[in-house]
């Protein structure tokens, strides 16, 4: 969207207040970090496994104040900056209501698949603590991608959001693709990135979530697209058989249980044409990264709502993109510091 909501005043200094308590807590991680080395702990020093690890740095830092800190504001912030903005919105909602009704209008479709229910892990899950998961407000998608993303993500971790959705997307081994489909479209960052990269292709988005699409098509009317969004899920899309040649996804496979991305694969290998390409990124694994830097990853999931995360960042891809029957599959970390990862393969021609 080109220009930022008005908030009104209580729910701008809600908004002010999250993001003071987000970038404290990230002062107060600089102080742990200190205390870690005076500990003696570095990557080479801790456990294999993750709970001895997340066992020892408790051992030794059990008397640290900052410690406790860490833990009350990781806790804090992940739980409230949600209830913030869903609050921030209600008090704004007549200025509000409006501006959604006009950026409702474009090209943009979303088929709501009447009757679809969405798998029973999804259901019961609040992501990122949202409340009530994804869907837990009628009007989710907009305080997830105005006031959540705009007024909080995006002033906790300045940077260009898609930089990295945009590698991801030139990973792929062609630039003429007809027909792409992305699994996990939420709001539709990626599929922004994917629109950059592949400005002639046909996109469809699909995404469990109806209240995400609705953000996702107001970013895409935003930007003159016709994307076609569609709610479902990634390992039974009902699309129909080869009718794409790019399947592709963007930090997705985090949120999802690893039968269900063995699914996807197999999925996506239905739908797509022979000589079609699967490109799917999601967080880094933890083999790829050190000992301390998986344990800061793993301990940020635990209080961020987010259940799957390490059995995905400890999943290897290659042996199911290969027995959905794939090949010249190739699969490594991106080049910002083995933050994420990336696999690619293709049906065979
Ligand atoms: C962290 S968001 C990622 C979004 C997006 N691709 C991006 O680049 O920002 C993960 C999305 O995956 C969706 N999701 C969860 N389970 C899914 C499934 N089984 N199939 C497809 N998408 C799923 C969630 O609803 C959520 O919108």
Redesign the pocket.
């Known amino acids: 969207m080109s220009s930022e909501i008005n908030l009104r005043q209580r729910g701008r200094a809600m908004m002010d207040f999250e993001v003071s308590a987000r970038q404290k807590a990230t002062a107060i991680n600089r102080v742990v970090e200190r205390e870690l080395a005076d500990h003696g702990i570095t990557a080479e020093s801790l456990p294999d496994d993750m709970d001895a690890r997340h066992a020892a740095i408790d051992t030794a830092l059990a008397g640290s104040v900052a410690y406790r800190w860490k833990h009350m504001l990781g806790d804090y912030c992940s739980a409230e900056h949600g209830r913030a903005a869903v609050a921030a919105f209600e008090e704004a909602r007549v200025d509000l209501m409006p501006i959604i009704a006009q950026q409702n209008q474009g090209a943009v479709t979303i088929d709501y698949r009447p009757g679809f229910e969405p798998?029973a892990y999804?259901a019961r899950t609040w992501f990122h603590r949202t409340e009530g998961g994804?869907d837990g407000h009628p009007q989710n998608g907009f305080i997830h991608g105005e006031i959540v993303h705009r007024k909080y993500v995006s002033r906790v971790f300045p940077g260009d959001i898609y930089g990295n959705?945009r590698a991801v997307a030139r990973l792929a081994p062609r630039t003429d693709y007809k027909d792409i489909l992305e699994?996990?479209?939420?709001s539709g960052?990626?599929t922004v990135a994917l629109s950059e990269v592949f400005p002639d292709a046909r996109i469809t988005g699909?995404?469990?979530?109806p209240r995400?699409l609705e953000q996702a098509a107001r970013v895409g009317n935003a930007l003159d697209k016709d994307w076609h969004l569609i709610v479902g899920?990634?390992?039974d899309t009902g699309l129909p058989d080869e009718s794409f040649d790019l399947v592709t996804?963007?930090?997705?496979h985090h949120?999802?249980p690893p039968k269900?991305i063995e699914a996807m694969f197999a999925e996506a290998f239905r739908v797509l044409r022979p000589g079609g390409t699967v490109l799917m990124a999601d967080v880094g694994r933890y083999r790829d990264l050190d000992k301390l830097t998986a344990w800061r990853f793993d301990w940020t999931a635990r209080y961020g709502g987010e259940p799957f995360w390490r059995a995905t960042a400890t999943l290897d891809f290659v042996p199911l993109a290969e027995k959905a029957g794939f090949v010249d599959i190739t699969a490594g970390s991106m080049q910002n510091g083995d933050k994420y990862y990336y696999i690619r393969g293709s049906k065979p021609a």
């Open positions: 798998p999804f994804w959705r699994l996990g479209t939420s960052h990626y699909l995404d469990p979530s995400m899920i990634g390992e996804s963007y930090a997705v949120e999802i269900a």
